[in-house]
C-alpha cells in the first residue's frame, strides 16, 4: 500500500513554468505506473501525462505535448511533472495516481490517488 501527496503548485503567469512533484510513502513504489491528471471547475477528469514503471516510457495528451515532461525517480520515491510555456487554460486542480492491475477485473487501473495541489496561471 502506497500514499500519495502533491506538491508544487501554485499561481504563475502565462508562458511561466512550473514543476509538481509526487511523494510517496509506503508501498513499492517502482511497482505502480504513475499518472498525472486534472480538473477544472465544472470540467471533468483530464488526462495529462502517464509513465511507466521503470521511468522508460511516456504518454501525454495533445494539450500539453511538446511542453510538458513526466519523469520519476524510484530511488527517491518520486513522479514529477515540468509543464512550460503555461496558458490560462491549464489552471486545474492536478492529481498524481498510481496504476495496476486490479485482479478484481484484469485490468490496468488508477486505483490511488494523491489529494491534488492547484495550479492558476493568470493572464
Known amino acids: 500500500q502506497v500514499q500519495l501527496a502533491e506538491s508544487g503548485g501554485g499561481l504563475v503567469q502565462a508562458g511561466g513554468s512550473l514543476r509538481l512533484s509526487c511523494a510517496a510513502s509506503g508501498g513499492t513504489f517502482s511497482d505502480y505506473a504513475m499518472g498525472w491528471f486534472r480538473q477544472a471547475p465544472g470540467k471533468g477528469r483530464e488526462f495529462v501525462a502517464a509513465i511507466t514503471r521503470g521511468g522508460d516510457g511516456a504518454n501525454y495528451a495533445d494539450s500539453v505535448k511538446g511542453r510538458t515532461t513526466i519523469s520519476r525517480d524510484n530511488t527517491k520515491n518520486t513522479v514529477s511533472l515540468q509543464m512550460n510555456s503555461l496558458k490560462p487554460e491549464d489552471t486545474a486542480v492536478y492529481y498524481c495516481?498510481?496504476?495496476?492491475?486490479?485482479?478484481?477485473?484484469?485490468?490496468?487501473?488508477?486505483?490511488?490517488w494523491g489529494q491534488g495541489t492547484q495550479v492558476t496561471v493568470s493572464s
Open positions: 495516481a498510481a496504476r495496476y492491475v486490479v485482479l478484481a477485473t484484469n485490468h490496468w487501473e488508477y486505483a490511488l
